[in-house]
C-alpha cells in the first residue's frame, strides 16, 4: 500500500521540508539513510496494535524530496503475514493527509484524534465506522481534528488592555520594539501600542531593521541566535533615547534555534544588556496573520512580547505556574497557549 504525495512548493510554508521531517520523527519514524538528495524514514509494527492480527509484520518507509517544482512523499506500507484491512487504509489515509498539512503549515490533526481513533479501534467502534466509506470517515476525522484543535481559538479576540494607560507617547521609551525585516511595521505598531495601554510605559515601535541571511543554518532551515547578537547591539547601541533601563526587543518572524543549546526550537532568547529577540516563525508567519480570524498569531506574539518585558525591563522572576506570563520553560507552543495574558 503506497501514496506518492505531490505539494506544490510553491504552496509549502517556509520550512515545509522540516516540519514533515520533525512530524515523522513525532511518530516514530527514524531517519536511516539519505539516497539521491532523497531523505528516507523507516518504522515498524505501529499498525499492529491497531487490529486483531498482532503478530503481522508491517514496516513503514517514507521518501522525502524535492523534484521539480514539487515537494515529495512518497509512503509506502508492508504487511507480511496478512492483507490490509479497512482499518488500516483508513488510518493510511489519515496519516498522508496529515503529512500534506503539516508541509503547507496549515492546521494539524492534533493528539487526541489519533489517541480516539486507536481507541475506537480497540473498542470494537471500527465496526461501526466501516459502514461508512473511507473518504467518508478520513473527511470525519480530520475535520473533527481542526474543530478540537482550532475550538479554543474559534472565537478568541485580543483583550482590551488591562493597564492603567497612563504613560504618555513623549516619555522616554521604556521599551523599544524592533522588528526585522519581514514582520510587517505596521503590525509592530499594533503590537507596540497595544502593550504600552496595557503596561502603563511607553513601548516604542521602530522602522524595520535589515535581515542579514547569514544567520540562516540551511541544514536546519532555522536562524541561529547568537548570530544575531553583534548587529541588535550595533543598532541598540544608537537608539537615541536609550538609558541604562531600556529594553530593546527585535521581532522576526522566523524560526529559531540556540546552536550552543540542545533544543529544537527556541522563541526568544535574551542577554544581560535588556537586549532581547523573539521569533515567531514556529507557530506562524506575520504576513500570513491577516487571514487569521481568530487572531491567534498577534495574541501568542504579546503573550511573548509581554513575559519579555516582564523579565528585561519589570525584573519578574520566571514562574512554575503554567498559567502565569512568567511560566518557565517555555518548551511547545502548548505552553504558550497555556498563560494567560493577563496573568503575570
Same mark, same amino acid.
Given at each position: 500500500?503506497?501514496?506518492?504525495?505531490?505539494?506544490?512548493?510553491?504552496d $509549502?510554508?517556509?520550512?515545509?521540508?522540516?516540519?514533515?521531517?520533525? !512530524? #515523522?520523527?513525532?511518530?516514530? @519514524?527514524?531517519?536511516?539513510?539519505e539516497d539521491?538528495d532523497?531523505?528516507?524514514?523507516q518504522?515498524?509494527?505501529?499498525?499492529?496494535?491497531?487490529?486483531?492480527?498482532?503478530?503481522?509484520?508491517?514496516?513503514?518507509c517514507?521518501?522525502?524530496?524535492?523534484?521539480g517544482?514539487?515537494?515529495?512523499?512518497?509512503?509506502?506500507?508492508?504487511? @507480511? &503475514?496478512? @492483507?490490509?484491512?479497512?482499518?488500516?487504509?483508513?488510518? @493510511?489515509?489519515?496519516? $498522508?493527509?496529515?503529512?500534506?498539512?503539516? =508541509?503547507?503549515?496549515?492546521? %494539524?490533526?492534533p493528539?487526541?484524534?489519533?489517541?480516539?481513533?486507536?481507541?475506537? +479501534?480497540?473498542?470494537g467502534w471500527i465496526?461501526?465506522?466501516?459502514?461508512?466509506?473511507?473518504?467518508?470517515?478520513? #473527511?470525519?476525522?480530520? =475535520?473533527?481534528?481542526r474543530?478540537i484543535?482550532s &475550538?479554543?481559538?474559534?472565537?478568541?479576540?485580543?483583550?482590551?488592555?488591562?493597564?492603567?494607560?497612563?504613560?504618555?507617547?513623549?516619555?522616554?521609551?521604556?521599551?523599544?520594539?524592533?522588528?526585522?525585516?519581514?514582520?510587517?511595521?505596521?503590525?509592530?505598531?499594533?503590537? =507596540?501600542?497595544?502593550?504600552?495601554?496595557?503596561l &502603563?510605559?511607553?513601548?516604542?515601535?521602530?522602522?524595520?531593521?535589515?535581515?542579514?541571511?547569514?544567520?540562516?543554518n540551511?541544514?536546519?532551515n532555522? !536562524?541561529? +541566535?547568537e548570530?544575531?547578537?553583534?548587529?541588535?547591539?550595533?543598532?541598540?547601541s544608537? #537608539?537615541?533615547? %536609550?538609558?541604562?533601563?531600556?529594553a530593546?526587543?527585535?521581532?522576526?518572524?522566523?524560526?529559531l534555534?540556540?546552536?550552543?543549546?540542545?533544543?529544537?526550537?527556541?522563541?526568544s532568547s535574551?542577554?544581560?544588556? %535588556?537586549?532581547?529577540?523573539?521569533?515567531?516563525? %514556529?507557530y506562524?508567519?506575520?504576513?500570513? =496573520?491577516?487571514?487569521?480570524?481568530?487572531?491567534?498569531?498577534?495574541?501568542r506574539?504579546?503573550?511573548?512580547?509581554?513575559?519579555?518585558?516582564?523579565?528585561?525591563?519589570?525584573?519578574?522572576?520566571?514562574?512554575?505556574?503554567?498559567?502565569?506570563l512568567?511560566?518557565?520553560?517555555?518548551s511547545?507552543?502548548?505552553?504558550?497557549?497555556?498563560?494567560d495574558l493577563?496573568?503575570?
Amino acid at each position: 500500500m503506497q501514496a506518492r504525495i505531490l505539494i506544490p512548493w510553491k504552496d $509549502c510554508a517556509y520550512d515545509g521540508q522540516s516540519r514533515v521531517t520533525e !512530524y #515523522l520523527r513525532e511518530r516514530g @519514524f527514524v531517519k536511516t539513510n539519505e539516497d539521491n538528495d532523497q531523505e528516507i524514514f523507516q518504522r515498524g509494527n505501529l499498525l499492529g496494535n491497531l487490529t486483531s492480527f498482532d503478530m503481522r509484520k508491517i514496516k513503514t518507509c517514507v521518501r522525502l524530496y524535492r523534484k521539480g517544482d514539487f515537494l515529495v512523499v512518497k509512503y509506502i506500507i508492508s504487511a @507480511f &503475514g496478512q @492483507f490490509f484491512s479497512e482499518d488500516d487504509v483508513a488510518f @493510511f489515509d489519515l496519516e $498522508c493527509k496529515e503529512i500534506e498539512a503539516v =508541509a503547507l503549515g496549515t492546521e %494539524r490533526v492534533p493528539p487526541e484524534i489519533w489517541e480516539d481513533y486507536e481507541e475506537f +479501534v480497540k473498542n470494537g467502534w471500527i465496526k461501526f465506522l466501516k459502514g461508512l466509506t473511507i473518504p467518508m470517515l478520513l #473527511l470525519a476525522f480530520v =475535520a473533527g481534528g481542526r474543530a478540537i484543535l482550532s &475550538g479554543s481559538f474559534e472565537n478568541e479576540k485580543i483583550p482590551q488592555p488591562s493597564g492603567d494607560s497612563s504613560y504618555v507617547a513623549s516619555d522616554s521609551p521604556a521599551v523599544y520594539l524592533i522588528p526585522f525585516e519581514g514582520f510587517p511595521e505596521m503590525m509592530a505598531q499594533e503590537l =507596540a501600542s497595544w502593550l504600552s495601554r496595557d503596561l &502603563g510605559v511607553f513601548v516604542k515601535a521602530m522602522p524595520a531593521a535589515a535581515m542579514d541571511f547569514a544567520h540562516f543554518n540551511a541544514i536546519r532551515n532555522q !536562524y541561529v +541566535v547568537e548570530s544575531f547578537y553583534e548587529g541588535m547591539w550595533e543598532i541598540s547601541s544608537r #537608539l537615541p533615547e %536609550r538609558t541604562e533601563r531600556t529594553a530593546i526587543i527585535f521581532l522576526t518572524d522566523q524560526d529559531l534555534y540556540v546552536e550552543s543549546a540542545n533544543f529544537r526550537f527556541v522563541l526568544s532568547s535574551h542577554w544581560g544588556e %535588556r537586549l532581547s529577540i523573539v521569533g515567531t516563525g %514556529r507557530y506562524g508567519r506575520a504576513n500570513e =496573520a491577516a487571514h487569521d480570524h481568530s487572531q491567534r498569531f498577534q495574541i501568542r506574539t504579546l503573550k511573548l512580547l509581554k513575559r519579555t518585558i516582564g523579565l528585561q525591563y519589570f525584573g519578574y522572576e520566571r514562574a512554575s505556574d503554567p498559567e502565569s506570563l512568567m511560566y518557565s520553560p517555555v518548551s511547545e507552543i502548548s505552553d504558550l497557549d497555556r498563560m494567560d495574558l493577563s496573568k503575570w
